[in-house]
C-alpha cells in the first residue's frame, strides 16, 4: 500500500455514514419512562454549609480571642531590666540571652536547637541504648555545641 491509497481510504472515512442500528427509538422509550416517573421534589439539605460557616466562625474568633488572650499574658507585670541598656526584657528574652554562647543574642537561636537536639537525641538513647548510630549523632551534635560556644566566646 502506497501514500496514495492511503490517502484515498481516509478520504472514504471522512464521508457521512448511518450506524448500523438505529438509536432514536432506544431514546425515545427512554424519554418516556422518565416522564411517567413519580419525581419527589428535593428536599434543600441549607443545613451542612450553615454548619461549616458555623464551625469556621468559630475557630477564627476562638484563634483570635487565644492570640488576645496570649498576649495580654505575655506582657510582663515586672520588667527584667537589661544591664547593658536599661530597656524593658520579656522573661523569654532574658532567657534567651542567658542561654546565648558569650552572651551573644546573635547565637542564642543556634543554641537552643542544638540544646533541644540533644535532649532529643538523650531520649532516644534511653528508649533504644543498642543504637550505636545516636550515641554517634549526640557526639557530632556536641560538637557542634562547643564551636558554637567557641564562636561566642570570640564574639565577645
Partial sequence: MNDFEIQRRLRDMNAPR???IDLWPAIEKRIASEEHEVRLP???RTWPPLAAAAAVLFT???GVALLHRQGADST???????????ERVS????DLARRAPGG????????VVLDAAQIEIRQAISERPD????VDLLNRTNARRSKLDRYGA???
Avoid at 91 to 94: E, G
Fill in 91 to 94: 522573661p523569654t528574652d532574658a
Fill in 60 to 62: 477564627v474568633l476562638g
Fill in 18 to 20: 448511518t450506524p448500523p
Fill in 76 to 86: 510582663p507585670d515586672f520588667a527584667t531590666l537589661n544591664a547593658n541598656s536599661f
Fill in 154 to 156: 570570640n564574639a565577645g
Fill in 42 to 44: 428535593l428536599r434543600r
Fill in 104 to 111: 551573644d543574642p546573635r547565637l542564642a537561636g543556634a543554641a
Fill in 131 to 134: 543504637a550505636a548510630f545516636l
